[in-house]
């Protein structure tokens, strides 16, 4: 079966630093771009970060870059995403997703979703 699991999330203060993963179960990530999206309560899912699938080009949200890295080991079929100096407005549960090759913001492109890990940024 084909699947992304995320892990890695927790509650942190204000000023802390997460590190989120992305591993894919049941297929390789070598062909297939990496986008970290998030979702708090009441809004829609948004785009984090991505990152192609050489790992070669990586994008981030305006209200992120920074703080936030995202980067790649195929040879784990893991993504990772590098979160510092995390802020209240962070908290929510994060998503990775996977489609081919390049990175799109349109949440609808993407072929394959984690069941999402819950951050929450609180003191």
């Known amino acids: 079966q084909l699947q992304l699991v995320e892990s890695g999330g927790g509650l942190v203060q204000p000023g802390g630093s997460l590190r989120l993963s992305c591993a894919a179960s049941?297929?390789?990530?070598?062909?297939?771009?990496i986008g970290w999206f998030r979702q708090a309560p009441g809004k829609e899912r948004e785009g984090v970060s991505c990152?192609?699938?050489?790992?070669?080009?990586?994008n981030y949200a305006d209200s992120v870059s920074g703080r936030f890295t995202i980067s790649r080991d195929n040879a784990k079929s893991t993504v990772y995403l590098q979160m510092n100096s995390l802020k209240p407005e962070d908290t929510g549960i994060y998503y990775c997703?996977?489609?081919?090759?390049?990175?799109?913001?349109?949440?609808?492109?993407?072929?394959?979703w984690g069941q999402g890990t819950q951050v929450t940024v609180s003191s």
């Open positions: 990152i192609s699938s050489s790992g070669g080009r990586t």
């Open positions: 997703a996977a489609r081919s090759t390049y990175c799109s913001s349109y949440v609808g492109t993407y072929k394959y």
């Open positions: 049941g297929f390789t990530l070598d062909f297939y771009a």
